[in-house]
Nanobody
Framework: EVQLVESGGGLVQPGGSLRLSCVASGFTFGSYDMGWVRQAPGEGFEWISA????????VYAGSVKGRFTISRDNAKNTLYLQMNSLKPEDTAVYYC?????????????????WGQGTQVTVSS
């Protein structure tokens, strides 16, 4: 079956960095756009970033642009999110998911493949 497994979350101080990974299996990873979505405590889902199937194009939400970098390694079936200059407001559960990028923004509902999430806590 389709499986997406996130890792790399944890507790970090403001200004610090984390690198999230998402290992995919059960589908042709290199044929799908992919992205990251987060849910802060008591909040709804917010898309963070997405990358097209071959990794040649990326999009970012304004809240993370310039601080986060999305990438992928199709040979390893793995999606990454490098998170720098972290802020307390970045505290959330982070999910990877299949996506469809249209008009500069990702749609995560078309294929509905999501990971279990990894917790990121930014606090001093």
């Amino acid at each position: 079956e389709v499986q997406l497994v996130e890792s790399g979350g944890g507790l970090v101080q403001p200004g610090g960095s984390l690198r999230l990974s998402c290992v995919a299996s059960g589908f042709t990873f290199g044929s799908y756009d992919m992205g990251w979505v987060r849910q802060a405590p008591g909040e709804g889902f917010e898309w963070i970033s997405a990358i097209n199937s071959d990794g040649s194009s990326t999009v970012y939400a304004g809240s993370v642009k310039g601080r986060f970098t999305i990438s992928r390694d199709n040979a390893k079936n793995t999606l990454y999110l490098q998170m720098n200059s972290l802020k307390p407001e970045d505290t959330a559960v982070y999910y990877c998911a299949t996506a469809t990028i249209r008009n500069g923004a990702p749609d995560f509902g078309e294929y509905d493949h999501w990971g279990q999430g990894t917790q990121v806590t930014v606090s001093s």
